[in-house]
């Protein structure tokens, strides 16, 4: 009885190491119902795995993958908007190069006191998040990965209405609408018409890292007029009067205790 018993745990390891590795990679299906990718949330996945290059390979997008410390809320604070539009290029050059033909990402809904996890939002004004996701539409069009921004039911319509002024028209990707371009569920990701293609170049400059840091420079916000005495947030919003420096990165930690002291100008806007 002990070899059959070995065999059968050995197996069991192996279905749930496979079970594993392949949780979040799932297939793309197309309106006739046949395989033609596949669709991955893990970008340690996407870097192991290799797929046929007929195939069309989508990723959603983490942004604490790309830089651990990297998220919307730093996006939405930053003056410069070239900046996010140079940013996407880069982050669109590093997926072509792994392959990735469709990145999805993105949120339409307005930050307010009330949500979770505010650096997963752009920022509570709907012209800066729409002008936030054109600029980064731009920039993964011109590194060659097609965009697709996630919508919800929770939407904001000033954002929606804005970005469409600007850029015409975008795929949509949802797993709780169903009027949309890609619709997901559980088990794959269904696209709801033939009309996307892959794009067939690949540009960039190969600077990612150094874009990042830009970012991270130019996105040190000063809020507040009470002073309390220091008071530097790391990746928090400060809903008070005193006087707070908010900053994302701890390689910019130096200049945002300069900026609470007056020693430096704020580079970033708040965005909440």
């Known amino acids: ?15 749930l190491i496979f079970s594993f590795t392949f949780a979040n990679v799932y297939d793309i299906i197309n309106k006739e119902q046949r395989n033609v990718g596949f669709f991955y949330h893990s970008l340690d996945e996407l870097i192991s795995l290799e797929t046929d290059q007929d195939m069309f390979v989508a990723y959603l997008l983490d942004l604490e993958e790309i830089d651990p410390e990297l ?23 590093y997926l072509k190069d792994l392959g990735v033909d469709i990145v999805i990402f993105g949120n339409l809904q307005l930050l307010d006191k009330n949500v979770e996890d505010p650096t997963g939002y752009i920022g509570n004004s709907p012209y800066l998040v729409a002008e936030v996701m054109y600029r980064m539409i731009r920039g993964f069009e011109t590194s060659g990965v097609v965009p697709v921004v996630i919508v919800s039911p929770n939407d904001n319509k000033n954002i929606t209405n804005s970005l469409l002024q600007k850029v015409g028209s975008f795929y949509s990707f949802s797993s709780e609408l169903k009027n949309v371009d890609l619709s997901f569920s559980d ?11 892959k ?7 190969g600077n990612l890292k150094e874009i990042i840091q830009q970012l991270y420079d ?40 300069k ?7 704020p580079t970033g806007n708040k965005n909440w």
């Open 1 to 15: 009885m002990r070899l059959p018993l070995k065999k059968f745990y050995l197996m069991t390891l192996i279905m």
């Open 259 to 265: 900026v609470f002291y007056g020693e430096l100008l």
């Open 71 to 93: 998220c919307y809320l730093a996006l939405g604070a930053t003056r410069n908007y070239s900046l996010v539009q140079d940013f996407a290029r880069e982050v669109g050059f």
């Open 187 to 197: 088990e794959h990701l269904q696209f709801k018409n033939d009309n996307v293609f």
């Open 199 to 205: 794009i067939p170049w690949s540009y960039g400059k």
């Open 218 to 257: 130019s996105s040190i916000v000063l809020s507040g007029y009470v002073d309390e005495g220091l008071n530097l947030l790391y990746r928090q919003i400060n809903y008070t009067d005193k006087k707070a420096v908010t900053y994302f990165s701890h390689s910019v930690e130096d200049e945002a205790r």
